[in-house]
């Protein structure tokens, strides 16, 4: 008998994905980060990802002096990371421990970002499964 596969649709978080165009400034996409308590934005442009803003690219452009009212697409992370929906739990957390990445976006066949996930899905995903004594 098959045991049931967790997949990245089973744990992403998929309802009010917090996005912004990449011409939005830096300051307004950090203030919709503080407002919707997330550490990352998906960067969308004609519904397809193009990119992410994360806390770790907030703290390095304020350490390297950057301007916050710049567009964050001059900001954000271009080399996306990305999983499918089907993909397993073991998939998305050897990609984010190989890529020392916190969060994954999930795209569809055509790129649309459809849902993301954090280390801390993840995580909880795996103590929830687990058997305590």
Do not use: C
């Amino acid at each position: 008998m098959a045991k049931y596969m967790t997949a990245a649709k089973d744990i992403m978080r998929h309802d009010n994905l917090v996005t912004a165009s990449p011409q939005e400034k830096i300051i307004d996409v950090v203030r919709k980060m503080h407002e919707n308590k997330v550490g990352s934005v998906l960067i969308v442009d004609d519904h397809k990802l193009v990119g992410i803003f994360t806390e770790r690219d907030l703290v390095r452009i304020i350490a390297e002096g950057g301007k916050l009212d710049q567009p964050v697409g001059n900001a954000m992370s271009r080399n996306l990371i990305v999983v499918s929906p089907q993909d397993s739990i073991a998939i998305v957390a050897s990609k984010m421990i190989e890529h020392w990445i916190r969060h994954i976006p999930v795209v569809d066949k055509e790129g649309k970002p459809i849902g993301i996930i954090s280390i801390r899905d993840v995580l909880r995903h795996i103590v929830a499964s687990s058997t305590f004594p």
